[in-house]
């Protein structure tokens, strides 16, 4: 009886999350066309005959993520945990940042950063308003309004695709299975503000973890989260995924999560061949990203709107690129995929 009710306060939990965000994009269009009429040409972001196959995928979705807690992948508690004093804090600076997003997005400015901002240190490809974001990822605001902002994209199951990582992880470690846990390693590649290396550390509370990412600011946040919880503290390192800071075959497991379609082609080879360098023997590299044509041919609308609605420069590639080959051009093998909502997984050994 209490499991059914805690299902059912699961599947409430989400659901208002789902209503609230859809809230939000109904408030912030009216707004928008109220002051930028110009841009109301843009295709909507989910369109009205999508709507079922989309709500479709968000069920099963938060069937799969139940059923992984039931059967003890992470605790049930995970399925509940939402950062609400960020929420709350940060939610009207959300909205107070929509007229500047709009105001880029009018006058077509991709690549706009405060004066204070400093760009040198970093790859070109790198130094973008991604998603019209103001400051891009080089900014403290841009970090503290980071995961309310995928959140509200997302209807509120961010972290819902991001835990679809954490049964593959975990089965594929059973390869080193004789090993105390305290000893297994495992690296998040580009971990933003932390929010897969908190998913990871409920399901694997003994395990060490590390995180890389290029942007300080978010890199600092991610150490305000991960600080919070239980359990030994990851080890956060500002660097770039193109050479990771590691020794050859030195991970168990390397995850990365909504990384690849903000890369361009190339550098996506030169990441897959550094996750494949530190990864040891028996090891696993799991991919988290956006879905793409090949596996959901259906939400092909969806692609294209994002690609109109939102500054993503490499996405237009990412959804034809076979990763699936360049995971084997790296060296990994035994390669799965499996597709949850709107995202994709590649799950990749590295040989014996
Ligand atoms: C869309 S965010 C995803 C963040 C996080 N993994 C998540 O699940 O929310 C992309 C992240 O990739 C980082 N990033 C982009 N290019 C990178 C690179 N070459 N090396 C390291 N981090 C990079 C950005 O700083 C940003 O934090």
């Known amino acids: ?174 390869f080193f299975s004789d090993l105390p846990q305290k000893q297994i390693k495992i690296l998040d590649v580009a971990c933003g503000t932390g929010g897969t290396l908190k998913l990871i550390r409920a399901s694997l509370p003994q395990v060490s973890l590390y995180g890389l990412d290029l942007s300080p600011h978010y890199l600092r946040k991610a150490n305000e989260l991960l600080s919070q919880i239980p359990g030994e503290l990851p080890q956060l390192l500002q660097g770039n995924a193109e050479e990771l800071p590691f020794v050859n075959d030195y991970f168990h497991a390397v995850t990365s999560v909504f990384l690849f379609h903000e890369l361009p082609a190339s550098v996506r080879q030169t990441v897959i061949d550094e996750c494949f360098r530190v990864t040891k023997p028996g090891g696993v590299f799991i991919i988290c990203d956006s879905m793409q044509l090949i596996d959901s041919p259906e939400l092909e609308p969806v692609m294209n709107s994002f690609i109109e609605n939102f500054h993503e420069p490499y996405y237009r590639h990412y959804i034809t690129d076979n990763l699936v080959e360049r995971l084997e051009k790296a060296g990994f093998d035994n390669i799965e995929e499996q597709v949850h909502f709107f995202s994709k997984y590649l799950i990749a050994r590295k040989p014996v």
Request: net charge negative; aromatic share 14%.
């Open 1 to 174: 009886m209490s499991d059914i009710l805690t299902k059912l306060a699961y599947q409430t939990f989400h659901q208002s999350k789902s209503y609230f965000s859809f809230a939000h994009k109904s408030l912030s269009e009216q707004i928008r066309n109220l002051f930028y009429p110009s841009l109301l040409q843009k295709p909507p972001l989910l369109p009205q005959e999508l709507i079922p196959k989309v709500q479709a995928r968000f069920n099963q979705l938060l069937e799969t993520d139940w059923r992984d807690a039931e059967i003890g992948i992470y605790p049930t508690s995970l399925l509940f945990d939402n950062p609400w004093e960020d929420f709350l804090r940060y939610y009207p600076m959300v909205l107070l940042d929509l007229p500047m997003i709009w105001e880029r997005v009018k006058q077509n400015k991709n690549q706009e950063f405060g004066a204070d901002i400093e760009r040198d240190s970093y790859p070109s490809y790198y130094v973008q308003n991604f998603h019209h974001q103001t400051n891009g990822y080089l900014s403290d605001l841009s970090a503290n309004l980071y995961d309310l902002q995928v959140e509200l994209l997302f209807g509120g199951v961010a972290d819902a695709m991001r835990r679809r990582i954490l049964a593959p992880l975990k089965q594929k470690l059973g």
